[in-house]
């Protein structure tokens, strides 16, 4: 029901928009997040927005460097990754949560899209 892309390859200093479309059902006022996962890591929290109260949060590797924003008439969420860095160099996956209330970790979120690789050389 998720569908991430938009991921690639980037010079150290550049930029990649992430895009993530929802289909078969609507995310309207639930939140909406980012994550990412190296090999051998475990997924980690980027940024997450809730249209429901406004709340927005990042996390602070990139905080000042990404953008996350919604289309209501998408049904789309979105990740601006701006002065990318080499240790942003990760599958980046989209979800989303069925319950009001940005979170910050995997388990709450009930939808995952299938990840899309960005790799940032030095």
């Known amino acids: 029901q998720l569908q991430a892309s938009g991921g690639g390859l980037v010079r150290a200093g550049g930029s990649l928009r992430l895009s993530c479309a929802a289909s078969g059902r609507t995310f309207d006022n639930y939140p909406m997040a980012w994550f990412r996962q190296v090999p051998g890591k475990e997924r980690e929290f980027v940024a997450a927005?809730?249209?429901?109260?406004?709340?927005?949060q990042y996390a602070d590797s990139v905080k000042g460097r990404f953008t996350i924003s919604r289309d209501k008439a998408k049904n789309a969420v979105y990740l601006q990754m701006n002065n990318l860095k080499p240790e942003d160099t990760a599958v980046y996956y989209c979800a989303a949560r069925s319950f009001y209330g940005v979170g910050r970790t995997q388990s709450q979120y009930d939808y995952w899209g299938q990840g899309t690789l960005v790799t940032v050389s030095s």
């Open positions: 927005k809730s249209r429901h109260d406004g709340t927005t």
